[in-house]
C-alpha cells in the first residue's frame, strides 16, 4: 500500500503540471480569443499557487511513503484550487466543473474506502460552492448558451484523455500485480513443500544411520573374503567411497538447523570428485582454468550435482554420455553452464520446473531443479535453459559471490 501510495502522489503530480499548462492555456484563449473579461489576478494566482504546491511536492516525495491522510491532504489542495478557478470563471456556468469528477475517480482507484468518500464530500462541497458563490461569465464573441456547449466538448476531450491514459496504467499495473502474486503464490507452495521434505528427510537419515553402518562392515567382510583379485578390490573401494558419501549425507540431513548454516563451504574441485563417483561412466569435459579450489555455499555444490546429473541422464538416453562444463569467475560472479549431448527440448514449451515433484524424467521425482531454483532465489542468482547447437540442451546459471569467496 504505501508504495502504491507514492506512486499515486507521483500520478498526482504529473496531473497537476498538466492542470497547470491547461489553465494557463484556458485563461489565455479565454481572454485573447473568445473575448471574456476574466478577473486575471485571482485566476493566474491560482495557476501560480498550483504550481508552487506541485513542485514542493515533487521535491518531497521522492523516497517517501505517505500515509492515505497524506494523499488526501493533497487532493485536498487540488479540490481546493479547482473550486478557486472554477468559482472566478463562471460557477455552475463552467463545463469544467466537471473536473471534480476525476479527482473522486483518482480516489477510488487509490485511496481506502472511507478516503474515498472524504474525498467525495470535499469535491461535492467545492463544486456547490464554485455554483453558490461563483462570478458570472461577462463579455465574449459566444452567447452563453454557444460558449458552455463549446466548453462541454473541450471538457469531454480532455477527460478522456486523462481517463484513457491512467485507467490503461492502472490496468497494466493491476496485471503486473496480479503476474507478482501467482509468482509468490507459486514460491510459498514450493517452499512449504521443501520445509515439509527436509524434515521428512531428517526423520528418514536417523532410520538410514544404521542400514549404512551394517552395509560399511559387511564391505569390510567381503573385502577380507575376496582375495587377489583387482577387479573385486576395486569395486569394493568404489562402494566404500560410495557408502563414506551417504554416509556424510545422512549426517548432514539429521544435523540441526543450526549445524546446517554454519556448514563449511565446499570447493568446486570437491563436488566434481564426489560427482565422479557417483555417475564414473560418464565423460565430464570441463574448462582448463575452472576455479577448482574456490569454495562455495554448500547449496550451489548441490545445485551443480543437480545439473550434471541431469545432462548426464540426458546423455545416456540418447547413448551419448559426456557433458561439457564451463565454469569460471567474471565481475565478482559465478558462471556456470552445462551442456548436455541429450535429445534437447522443444524451445516453445520449454521451461525449468520451479515446484516440487514436477519432473520432466519419467523416473524423476521432481526435487532437483525445483530445489535449485530455491538455492538461486536465495542466493540472489539467475538460472536458465537453451537450446545446443546440432544436439541436446544447455543449462546455465549465474550467482553473485561474497569477496570472501572470490578470494578463497
Known sequence: MEHRDTSFLRTLCSLRWLACAGQAATILV??????????????????????????????RVHGSNPAPVTAFGHILVDVTVLTWMVGWSGGIANPFGSLFLILIALAALALPL?????????????????????????????????????GAAANFLLSSVVVLVFST????????????????????????????????????????????????????????????????????ETLRGLLVQCRER?????????????RANVSIGHVLEQWRLV?????????ADAPLQLKLDPGIGHLLQVLLNNAADAGERSDRPVIDLDIHVRDGQLYGEVRDYGPGFNAKAAALPGTLFNSGKTD???????????????????????????????????????PTETTA
Open 169 to 236: 496504467r492502472l490496468a497494466a499495473a493491476l496485471r503486473e500485480r496480479e503476474n507478482q502474486l501467482a509468482l509468490l503464490r507459486e514460491r510459498f507452495v514450493r517452499n512449504e513443500g521443501i520445509v515439509a521434505l527436509a524434515t521428512h528427510a531428517a526423520s528418514v537419515a536417523h532410520e538410514l544411520n544404521t542400514p549404512l553402518a551394517t552395509m560399511t562392515l559387511l564391505a569390510d567382510d567381503i573385502d577380507e573374503q575376496c582375495g587377489d583379485s583387482p577387479e573385486l578390490r576395486e569395486d569394493i
Open 364 to 402: 524423476g521425482m521432481g526435487v532437483g531443479l525445483a530445489l535449485s531454483h530455491a538455492t538461486i532465489e536465495r542466493l540472489k542468482g539467475e538460472l536458465w535453459m537453451r537450446p545446443a547447437e546440432g544436439q541436446g540442451a544447455r543449462v546455465g546459471f549465474r550467482l553473485p559471490l561474497d
Open 279 to 287: 555417475r564414473p561412466t560418464v565423460e565430464l569435459r570441463r574448462n
Open 30 to 59: 479565454a481572454t485573447y480569443l473568445l473575448g471574456l473579461k476574466l478577473p486575471q489576478v485571482p485566476l493566474w494566482a491560482g495557476v501560480f499557487v498550483l504550481a508552487l504546491f506541485n513542485l514542493y511536492v515533487q521535491l
Open 250 to 262: 545422512v549426517l548432514a540431513l539429521a544435523a540441526p538447523a543450526e549445524t546446517a548454516r554454519s
Open 114 to 150: 472511507r478516503w474515498t468518500h472524504a474525498v467525495a464530500a470535499a469535491c461535492v462541497a467545492g463544486y456547490a460552492l464554485s455554483a453558490v458563490f461563483g462570478l458570472p461569465l461577462q463579455g465574449g464573441i459566444f452567447d452563453s448558451m454557444s460558449l458552455h456547449l463549446w
